[in-house]
């Protein structure tokens, strides 16, 4: 079964200034996202219940509603000590 796939204001924003193949690999990412949320290599952050998928340098971090069908992309970032902090 697929699942929606919804992005935070704040996480389109930060897709929408990813220029060139990093914007094309996080996007394609994220639209597989829908037909399979949990993919291998995916991590569940344990302190907040997010999920965090790698794409080159830049973090996928999400949240997956399986009764809803739902997938909702809270941040889109760069890896830094940062990226993490505020989930």
Do not use: C, F
């Not at 919804?6 to 996080?26: C, E, F, N, T």
């Not at 302190?47 to 340098?57: A, F, H, K, M």
């Amino acid at each position: 079964m697929s699942y929606q796939i919804r992005l935070r204001r704040a996480a389109q924003k930060q897709l929408d200034r990813l220029v060139g193949r990093d914007y094309q690999a996080v996007s394609k990412t994220i639209s597989a996202l829908g037909q399979e949320p949990r993919p291998p290599r995916v991590k569940k952050l344990a302190e907040s219940g997010l999920w965090r998928i790698r794409v080159r340098q830049y973090r996928v971090v999400y949240n997956i509603d399986d009764e809803e069908h739902l997938v909702t992309v809270v941040r889109v970032a760069r890896r830094t000590e940062d990226t993490y902090k505020r989930l």
